[in-house]
């Protein structure tokens, strides 16, 4: 059995190749929504650090009613997707939902890692691509080369000749149009979506599944709500599965568990519209269970059939997340103990499948995830939240295999202006990069690298100071290989901060010619916590509050001639890759501070006897 009235397709893409844009016209376009009700860009990005970021985070779903030019309705679940290669785990689940994909692709930048990845995770699914080659408004548009590599890429990935067959259709998501012939593109303010509407219902397969079978539904994401507690949102694979039903629970581990559902919704619009049932293909959010997670498959009590579980590509980097120990514990957050720690990360893992968490320790946690950014998301939610914490150095997670050591290897793709290319060379070529492929594009030239993931920690501050800024990096995760040798870490020290207190004006211009200061007067700072950079490569101890002893030689009033360089402010991410193994970055709901892990001086000299004994 077909259900001819449904589709189910997912929206995946490369970061900012325009997936939410364009969601925003196939829903302004829809002819369900008045004006008022749909504001701003990005509609679906919802939450505040996808706005500030620009990017994708989380996935969303929404439901589009479309009528098509014949006359019959149409009910268009949609499912946009990240498009960063550290959120890739988002995107394996959502795609158990999806009968088929839209895969869009820039105009101008063509096939991505990123794009590589989103496609073959399709193609394992079994779902056939709609390719859409967006951004034809751009002025270095080159749709012909860009199908072209589209191609090549489908032919790699392994795919037969029946999705090589692919359908096309041009776009342009800024200006609200899409056509299916790159040679008649409307005009500025002319065209709509509908050819693309026309392709989702013509290419898309209709959900074809067992009404009559006993009862099956996939969940693949977990919302919450403080009124109802946790909400399963999934498929229903088989059967029908009605509000007050009798269920049975089974979790990606074997266990069951009866339960009986609340209520139902399905999702009209942008929310969500209660139900008495639902169908068979269609998507769901389901209330009122007492214990659901992503993976849970909900069943028949009576013949109880689990569904295969959401596999997802297992971590690549870790990193420590303990408490708070500085002088200052306690001054910003709300949350600063061990237990509220331990909470925070076990209510994570619920949500967060690419997630891993583990630790003796009630203090310590070692906390691995698909990338930096992926965990500078859940620090910088953390931090929102009302929490103080200390994390540590990030580090990759190595294999063993036949007495080997393996790391894992990332497909790195840098577009730079072309005067740029030797400094770029020589940054990567330290770090045991290899050039796979260099090509003109314009006055920019595009490179493609194989690099060790620890050659990307702290890559990106340094290649943009290398190119003036102009540098645009992507990257993706690609396969484990032999560690390839060793690669040079910070090459300069830090200023340690003596004496805890207020930072002085006077302090900062005796410390002006030692290097690069991270505060400003006025900033409290403690013993132990890093305040600069030290312009050789050794740490030094510094007195960041030193006060100016006044006499009749001495004047205060000379302190208005001093004239400091303004400090180096890092956003979290950049402090994440400039720390080293003995040192944390202390993150508070306000501040950012670099720190060393040992505190007092005599302690850390202490340890590095012992590290030197030990070598």
Aim: aromatic residues 4%.
């Amino acid at each position: 059995m077909a259900r001819e009235n449904i589709r189910n397709v997912a929206i995946i893409a490369h970061v900012d190749h325009g997936k939410t844009t364009l969601v925003d016209q196939l829903l302004r376009q829809s002819g369900q929504f008045r004006a008022s009700e749909l504001k701003g860009d990005c509609i679906l990005d919802s939450n505040p650090l996808e706005r500030e970021r620009g990017i994708t985070i989380f996935s969303k779903n929404c439901a589009i009613g479309y009528t098509d030019r014949t006359g019959e309705h149409y009910h268009i679940n949609i499912v946009d997707t990240p498009g960063h290669a550290d959120f890739g785990g988002e995107v394996q689940r959502v795609l158990k939902m999806a009968d088929g994909v839209l895969l869009l692709v820039d105009a101008m930048d063509g096939t991505m890692p990123q794009t590589r990845y989103v496609l073959g995770k399709a193609l394992e699914n079994g779902l056939k691509p709609i390719v859409v080659i967006n951004k034809m408004d751009r002025p270095e548009a080159r749709p012909h080369e860009v199908l072209t590599e589209v191609f090549e890429l489908m032919i790699d990935l392994g795919a037969d000749n029946d999705l090589l067959d692919f359908p096309v259709v041009y776009a342009a998501g800024r200006d609200g149009w899409a056509c299916l012939d790159p040679d008649k593109l409307p005009k500025a303010g002319e065209g709509n979506v509908h050819d693309l509407f026309d392709a989702i219902i013509k290419h898309v397969p209709a959900p074809k599944l067992d009404a009559a079978a006993p009862v099956q539904v996939l969940i693949t994401t977990i919302d919450y709500n403080d009124y109802v507690g946790r909400i399963g949102i999934g498929r229903v694979f088989a059967g029908t599965l009605k509000a007050g039903q009798a269920i049975v629970n089974i979790d990606r581990f074997g266990n069951r568990a009866n339960q009986r559902i609340a209520q139902l919704f399905r999702f009209e619009g942008l929310g969500r519209k209660e139900v008495d049932q639902i169908d068979v293909g269609d998507i769901c959010a389901v209330v009122g269970l007492d214990r659901v997670d992503i993976g849970d498959t909900l069943a028949d009590p009576v013949n109880p059939i689990a569904l295969p579980a959401v596999e997802v590509d297992e971590p690549t980097l870790h990193m420590m997340f303990r408490i708070n120990d500085g002088p200052f514990v306690g001054q910003d957050g709300k949350y600063v103990t061990s237990r509220h720690l331990r909470d925070r990360l076990a209510k994570e893992l619920q949500s967060n499948v690419a997630l891993r968490v583990t630790g003796d320790s009630d203090d310590e946690h070692d906390v691995s995830g698909r990338g930096l950014m992926h965990l500078g998301i859940l620090l910088e939610n953390m931090r929102r939240e009302g929490f103080e914490l200390c994390v540590g150095k990030p580090n990759v997670i190595y294999h063993e295999e036949g007495g080997h050591r393996l790391e894992p290897i990332e497909s790195l793709s840098i577009d730079v202006p072309s005067e740029s290319v030797g400094s770029v060379m020589h940054l990567l070529g330290d770090r045991r990069a290899e050039l796979m492929k260099m090509e003109a594009r314009g006055s920019r030239t595009h490179m493609e690298f194989s690099v060790p993931a620890r050659g990307l920690i702290g890559l990106r501050n340094r290649m943009l100071t290398a190119t003036a800024g102009e540098a645009i990096m992507h990257h993706t995760f690609e396969k484990y290989e032999p560690f390839r040798g060793a690669i040079p870490g910070r090459s300069n020290g830090v200023m340690v901060a003596t004496e805890t207190g207020r930072v002085t004006a006077y302090a900062l211009d005796q410390l002006a010619d030692r290097g690069m200061m991270f505060v400003e007067p006025g900033d409290m700072v403690y013993a132990g916590q890093i305040v600069g950079e030290h312009c050789k490569d050794d740490d030094i101890p510094v007195n960041a509050v030193k006060l100016k002893k006044l006499s009749n030689m001495r004047a205060a009033s000379k302190d208005t001639t001093v004239v400091l360089k303004a400090p180096r402010r890092m956003s979290l991410e950049a402090a994440l890759e400039y720390i080293e193994n003995d040192e944390l970055v202390e993150l508070t709901p306000t501040t950012i501070r670099l720190r060393k892990r040992l505190l007092g001086e005599i302690e850390r000299r202490r340890e590095h006897r012992k590290m030197a004994a030990g070598k």
